[in-house]
């Protein structure tokens, strides 16, 4: 993880030399792509990660899908602009996009996708390339939001729109009350910040838009709620899984934010309020739709 951090700050600091400006955009992905950290992202759709801008989709649109992940909205929104749309999807991570374009092939979508490893903060498209411009779960994990704004803005044409969606952490609720998911959520949102993001994103999302220039922003929320044995069986697995063993994992115990023990904790935390029957968890999401 030293090696990561390392890394990071090399090209953070690359950056600052060739531009002479901050690299305050430099963030470390929380996450990383760990089997249980797209278990969840797979399970995304645009039915039920991106409802708010389905009704602004046509066919024929030009859509950047920003940090695309494995790619399941991507494809729906593939979908929704066919006939004669296009969708661009980038993300930061090769890895995953070889992810994202497995699964655009088996729904046979092929030909109205392109991929491209990019940076939110420096896109590389010329000005007013795209219809929409649409970003999930992608600016609490970037080091300026509203740079990264600013960015999508520029490749929107007049008129498009730059829609975004973002979870507030401090937002989440359950039940039956388990001290330690209290204790999960605390480190989670030190962990985050340690690394660059804003785990609350989402209460952000609509004053960063403001300082990126937008004068016409339309905010909303919507919830995802997990409350059936299943549902709660598969939230509280892939999140203890988490928390022992993907990239958060050595995040916060390289970074000195909590030890084994701690994770062993938290992860235990998860199972036992799993099993549960009267488990409930909800996880707002904040929502722009930005008119350029």
Not at 21 to 43: F, M
Not at 83 to 112: I, M
Not at 120 to 144: M, R, Y
Request: charge should be negative; aromatic fraction near 8%.
């Amino acid at each position: 993880m030293d090696a990561t951090n390392d890394a990071a700050n090399d090209a953070a600091n690359d950056a600052e030399n060739a531009t002479g400006e901050s690299a305050g955009e430099t963030a470390v992905y929380t996450h990383g792509h760990h089997e249980s950290v797209l278990r969840s992202h797979r399970w995304r759709t645009a039915r039920n990660s991106a409802a708010y801008l389905i009704g602004e989709l046509r066919p024929g649109m030009a859509v950047l899908d920003v940090g695309c992940g494995p790619g399941t909205i991507t494809a729906d929104l593939a979908e929704l602009v066919a006939p004669g749309g296009r969708v661009t999807a980038v993300d930061a991570a090769l890895d995953v996009l070889a992810q994202a374009r497995a699964h655009v092939q088996e729904r046979g979508l092929d030909d109205a996708v392109t991929f491209a490893v990019a940076d939110v903060h420096a896109l590389d498209f010329p000005d007013d390339s795209f219809d929409v411009v649409h970003a999930h779960q992608v600016l609490q994990h970037v080091g300026d939001p509203v740079r990264a704004l600013r960015e999508m803005r520029r490749v929107c044409r007049p008129g498009g729109v730059v829609a975004a969606r973002d979870a507030d952490y401090a937002a989440m609720t359950w039940y039956p009350a388990t001290p330690g998911l209290d204790a999960w959520l605390d480190l989670y949102r030190r962990v985050a910040r340690a690394n660059g993001g804003e785990p609350d994103a989402g209460r952000h999302l609509r004053a960063w838009a403001r300082q990126a220039g937008f004068t016409d922003v339309t905010s909303s929320a919507t919830a995802w709620c997990f409350a059936t044995p299943e549902e709660t069986a598969w939230w509280s697995a892939l999140w203890a899984d988490r928390t022992k063993a993907s990239a958060y994992a050595d995040i916060a115990v390289h970074g000195g934010h909590a030890t084994a023990a701690d994770l062993d904790a938290a992860a235990n935390a998860w199972h036992t309020w799993g099993t549960s029957p009267d488990a409930w968890f909800s996880v707002l999401n904040a929502e722009i739709l930005c008119r350029a």
